[in-house]
């Protein structure tokens, strides 16, 4: 069973930095995606980066390029997600989630793509 746990969210001004970590394991199989989404209070859930470890492929939504990066520590079989420049707009609870199915990053992931396992959520806040 693939497990996911997200940590690293928290309180940070505009224009700070925060960088959210997603340890997972459990996995059967080397090929797989793993996608950071966020949450804010009465907004749909939005995909806001993914990464695959079948080719190393990247995604960023419009509102985060630039500013967001995500990347893959294999050591450690962990993703981070290092946001700077942040917005009040950015607040939101951020949940990482892993593909194992299609196990692949691009523009449509959030809609084709089959997370099946989700981390607990990080709380960030960015507020002066």
């Known amino acids: 069973q693939v497990h996911v746990v997200e940590s690293g969210g928290g309180l940070v001004q505009p224009g700070g930095s925060l960088r959210l970590s997603c340890a997972a394991s459990?996995?059967?199989?080397?090929?797989?995606?793993i996608g950071w989404f966020r949450q804010a209070p009465g907004k749909e859930r939005e995909g806001v980066s993914c990464?695959?470890?079948?080719?190393?492929?990247?995604y960023y939504a419009d509102s985060v390029t630039g500013r967001f990066t995500i990347s893959r520590d294999s050591a450690k079989n962990t993703v981070n997600l290092q946001m700077n420049s942040l917005k009040p707009e950015d607040t939101a609870v951020y949940y990482c989630a892993a593909d194992v199915i299609t196990a692949a990053c691009d523009h449509y992931f959030s809609e084709y793509g089959e997370y099946d396992y989700w981390g607990q959520g990080t709380q960030v806040t960015v507020s002066s």
């Open positions: 990464i695959s470890t079948t080719d190393g492929s990247t």
């Open positions: 459990g996995f059967s199989s080397d090929s797989y995606a």
